[in-house]
């Protein structure tokens, strides 16, 4: 069982495009660092670094494609939440 939620759904100057997208990557980007601050797990640590660094490739690439292809861009996200539980 899952539900979802359009989280986004509209078009977008292109400056208001970029500003969107990077607050959603800083919320995750934040997130992850401050999972970091609060462990002593190197593993842990290790990926989420990791992971923070994929999180800002990918918003550069973000950046670069909406600067190269559009006045304006339409952003569609939708969060999908799935239950563990059977």
């Not at 006045?71 to 799935?82: A, F, G, M, Y």
């Amino acid at each position: 069982m899952h539900m979802e939620q359009h989280l986004i759904d509209g078009q977008f100057a292109c400056a208001d495009a970029i500003d969107l997208v990077t607050q959603l990557y800083e919320v995750k980007i934040k997130y992850h660092t401050d999972k970091i601050a609060g462990s002593h797990n190197e593993e842990d640590i290790k990926m989420r670094e990791q992971r923070i660094k994929v999180l800002q490739h990918e918003l550069n690439k973000s950046r670069e494609y909406i600067l190269k292809h559009a006045n304006s861009v339409v952003i569609h996200n939708t969060l999908t939440i799935h239950s563990n539980a059977s």
